[in-house]
């Protein structure tokens, strides 16, 4: 089965590479309902695999000028204090409580949230645009706030269950910077802010023990080339082209697992 897991890795890789979605919406269900990966050590071993193969992809679009650390840095102010903390809980309630039902249920909803922001994330955006508060004076300062707000949104979602980083986070971007972030901008800087936060989370959860080594380095062997490759096409092939079949992915994976 390790090269089923190496291939799984190569697949999601190529996802997170053109969308900046798929490290956790995919990879966690995928161990889970294909590999019968425990729910906890799936969301463990998933953070961890997001940090590394998002690190080599937030890399490749920082050389390609597609990440604006400004928005990085107001997502991190919320999201980096909310993932500690709520890793502080998991770990203060304890390894065995954080699992079972409950964890694959939260996921299981999660994902279908997900999978709504990523298949109506355009509508959301053209909305958000013809808000009138947009020419409002104060409306820069409210922008800020609420990045950090939807920081600490992912910190916490991406803490508990590895997902969130990717699809909600860059939905939150596309409707409070819609001018501001093209495509390629808008995956890059998602995934360089994913990068410190699925770490933390990553950490947290060896502490707790809910990490497993040989299985992540079979994924990793696989996602590495492929982020690369699904940075590079990420220039060349149309959002709309895979943002539809992701969304239904998606929510098939959640539902199932709420089922």
């Known amino acids: 089965m390790d090269w089923l897991n190496g291939l799984a890795g190569l697949l999601v890789g ?44 937030g890399t490749v679009h920082h050389r390609q000028q597609n990440v604006d650390f400004g928005i990085v840095g107001l997502l991190a102010i919320g999201s980096i204090p909310a993932a500690i903390l709520t ?3 998991i770990w203060w309630r304890g390894a065995q409580t954080h699992g079972g039902a409950s964890l694959a249920t939260a996921l299981g909803i999660v994902l279908v949230v997900t999978a709504a922001f990523t298949f109506f994330r355009a509508p959301l955006a053209r909305r958000a645009m013809a808000l009138s508060i947009r020419s409002h004076r104060a ?20 803490t508990l269950t590895s997902v969130g980083a990717g699809a909600l986070g860059a939905t939150f971007l596309l409707v409070l910077y819609p001018r501001r972030l093209s495509l390629s901008k808008l995956v890059g800087t998602d995934i360089a802010h994913a990068v410190p936060l699925a770490l933390i989370g990553g950490l947290i959860h060896l502490m ?19 982020i690369i490759l699904g940075s590079r096409l ?3 092939v149309p959002e709309a082209v895979v943002r539809p079949l992701l969304a239904l992915i998606l929510a098939f994976a959640g539902i199932k697992l709420l089922v």
């Open 14 to 57: 190529i996802i997170v590479g053109m969308t900046g979605v798929g490290g956790g919406s995919l990879m966690s269900p995928l161990l889970i309902l294909l590999f019968g990966v425990a729910p906890a050590t799936a969301i463990g071993t998933d953070l961890w695999f997001a940090a590394i193969t998002k690190a080599v992809g």
């Open 139 to 158: 409306f820069p300062a409210l922008k800020s706030l609420a990045t950090i707000l939807c920081g600490v949104i992912l910190g916490t979602l991406v």
């Open 208 to 226: 707790i023990g809910t990490v497993d080594f040989g299985l992540l380095a079979m994924l990793l062997i696989g996602s590495i080339p492929g």
């Open 234 to 236: 990420s220039l060349i």
């Open 87 to 89: 890793g502080f809980v």
